[in-house]
């Protein structure tokens, strides 16, 4: 329409208004043309922030990348400038209804993954989808109650929580627990769980131990079990050795007709020396970095 009423040969407003109906006078000529040299209306320059700023957000939230409050308003501002949208601040009420348009809050970090982490997710995710599918093949030979799976579990001894209601402005916040040995790992706990959603007995426990044996006096004043299998180290965490006790007090006595098992790549399960004399037993294992996606024990 600009360009149409725009030439050369000026036009009169009575062809233009037949040409086009819904124009109601000439001023809308003028200010459509001034739009179109300032690059488009404000709202639309304003719009045109926000899809930028949320691109952005989204291009460093899916590299794992900490953004900030500052972080918006930066991208907001180089936007705007960009687009010769000199009025705009990225202000207070800007930044909190772009959050709240997006759904975006603070969090708190509860994983941090390196770089090359980062880069491999599709790897990761490649190989999860592999290893179900050639999985599932293997497993339509055997019957739910054969296909078993297991996973290690650290348990904290004094469980905190990570988040508290505190003062404003607080340049350090502080949380109380009884040891801080305690608030870290305490022990092991080792479950078998079948296909068919069965968790097996006995429950393989390791407790944490300084002396990576269990005291004379611990054990008079220990509650026994017959449905858990006690044991010990002085990390609280497995080692080759007791993973083979694992083998022979907890999963030989589960062992079917034919039996299939399931297992993280943790380096002293996967060793076939661990598995070896057992009759009509097959066991996989799960891709590193795949078992918060596909291992049931996980998911």
């Known amino acids: 329409m600009v360009a149409y009423s725009s030439r050369k040969r000026k036009r009169k407003w009575r062809i233009v208004k037949h040409r086009f109906q819904r124009v109601p006078n000439p001023q809308c000529i003028a200010r459509f043309r001034k739009y179109i040299e300032a690059g488009g209306t404000k709202q639309q320059k304003v719009d045109n922030v926000d899809i930028y700023v949320y691109d952005q957000f989204e291009h460093a939230r899916h590299n794992f990348l900490s953004v900030h409050d500052i972080d918006l308003r930066r991208w907001g501002l180089k936007k ?6 000199n009025d705009f601040e990225a202000s207070e009420g800007w930044l909190w209804n772009f959050k709240y348009r997006h759904g975006i809050c ?19 995710y490649q190989s ?3 290893f179900v599918l050639e999985t599932n ?3 339509e030979g055997y019957s739910p109650n054969q296909v078993l799976n297991t996973d290690q579990i650290g348990v904290e001894l004094e469980v905190h929580g990570g988040r508290t209601l505190t003062h404003s402005g607080e340049k350090s916040t502080w ?10 790992h305490a022990y092991t706990i080792q479950p078998i769980i079948t296909m068919d959603g069965c968790v097996l007995n006995p429950l393989y426990m390791c407790l944490k131990e300084v002396s990576g044996r269990i005291g004379d006096n611990v054990k008079k004043n220990l509650f026994h079990a017959k449905n858990i299998v006690l044991t010990c180290s002085k990390s609280g965490k497995l080692t080759s050795s007791l993973v083979t006790y694992w ?4 999963l030989i006595p589960n062992l079917q007709s034919r039996t299939l098992l399931l297992v993280d790549s943790l380096p002293h399960q996967v060793h076939p020396e661990v598995y070896k004399g057992l009759k009509h ?5 799960i891709p590193p970095k795949t078992t918060p996606i596909i291992q049931p024990l996980d998911v």
């Open 175 to 184: 949380g109380s627990v009884r040891s801080l040995g305690a608030a870290t």
């Open 247 to 250: 083998v022979n007090q907890c």
């Open 80 to 85: 705007a400038r960009e687009l010769n949208l």
């Open 281 to 285: 037993f097959e066991y996989r294992v």
């Open 128 to 130: 999860a989808k592999n």
């Open 106 to 124: 603070s969090r708190k970090i509860t994983k941090l993954v390196t770089k090359k982490v980062v880069e491999s997710q599709e790897e990761i």
């Open 137 to 139: 093949k293997i497993i």
